[in-house]
Nanobody
Framework: QVQLVESGGGLVQPGGSLRLSCAASGNIFSIYDMGWYRQAPGKQRELVAAITSGRISTYVDSVKGRFTISRDNVEKMVYLQMNSLKPMDTAVYYC?????????WGQGTQVTVSS
């Protein structure tokens, strides 16, 4: 079992920055592939960024060059640094841990980009 708790969301103006954090507890954190997903009202949940246990990261095209995912296996944390935020980034952001058929989710944190 892995428990995930997100934090760091909020209201920010277009062009601003936020850093989301995901604190993990439970099983060995380092073996899990970690991801940040988001879900906007009326839309499907989408994968925004992912980082494997081997620290290979991938991003959806719409955030490349603006968002950075990172992990700290000692502190059992995953971060999403979000720069140059746009109104289209407004969504609830979820942290995910995955290994094989096991998949765990946090409760989500709201990010609102608006002037």
């Amino acid at each position: 079992q892995v428990q995930l708790v997100e934090s760091g969301g909020g209201l920010v103006q277009p062009g601003g920055s936020l850093r989301l954090s995901c604190a993990a507890s439970g099983n060995i954190f380092s073996i899990y592939d970690m991801g940040w997903y988001r879900q906007a009202p009326g839309k499907q949940r989408e994968l925004v960024a992912a980082i494997t246990s081997g620290r290979i990261s991938t991003y959806v095209d719409s955030v490349k060059g603006r968002f950075t995912i990172s992990r700290d296996n000692v502190e059992k944390m995953v971060y999403l640094q979000m720069n140059s935020l746009k109104p289209m980034d407004t969504a609830v952001y979820y942290c995910n841990a995955e290994r094989g058929t096991d998949s765990y989710w946090g409760q989500g944190t709201q990010v609102t980009v608006s002037s």
